[in-house]
Nanobody
Framework: QVQLVESGGGLVQAGGSLRLSCEASGRGFSSYSMGWFRQAPGKEREFVAAISSGGAYKAYADSVKGRFTIARDNAKNTMYLQMNSLKPEDTAVYYC??????????????????????WGQGTQVTVSS
């Protein structure tokens, strides 16, 4: 059973930056596509970004394209989300997740929550105006 632990959230002013990390326990991290999702108060959880097992392929929600960058370091069992030019509407709890299947890249279908079988507890990101 994999455990995913997010960190790096916090309070930042609009226009600022944060880098989130997602550390995975157990074996096999490098075999799975991973994703970031977020949930704002009163809203449904939504897709942010995804990355293939080796890091060659990435997908982003339109709302974060050009501002956020997803990356991973398989040697450290860790995935990252670099968030720049943050806006108040980016305020949410951010979750990382692992694909249900190994060695699969689904393209923009990685945006579906049903693709993921393991989730972290989330880290709060608050952007003040």
């Amino acid at each position: 059973q994999v455990q995913l632990v997010e960190s790096g959230g916090g309070l930042v002013q609009a226009g600022g930056s944060l880098r989130l990390s997602c550390e995975a326990s157990g074996r096999g991290f490098s075999s799975y596509s991973m994703g970031w999702f977020r949930q704002a108060p009163g809203k449904e959880r939504e897709f942010v970004a995804a990355i293939s097992s080796g890091g060659a392929y990435k997908a982003y929600a339109d709302s974060v394209k050009g501002r956020f960058t997803i990356a991973r370091d398989n040697a450290k069992n860790t995935m990252y989300l670099q968030m720049n030019s943050l806006k108040p509407e980016d305020t949410a709890v951010y979750y990382c997740a692992r694909d249900i299947s190994s060695l699969v890249w689904r393209g923009m279908s990685q945006s579906s929550q049903r693709t993921y079988g393991s989730w972290g507890q989330g880290t709060q990101v608050t952007v003040s105006s």
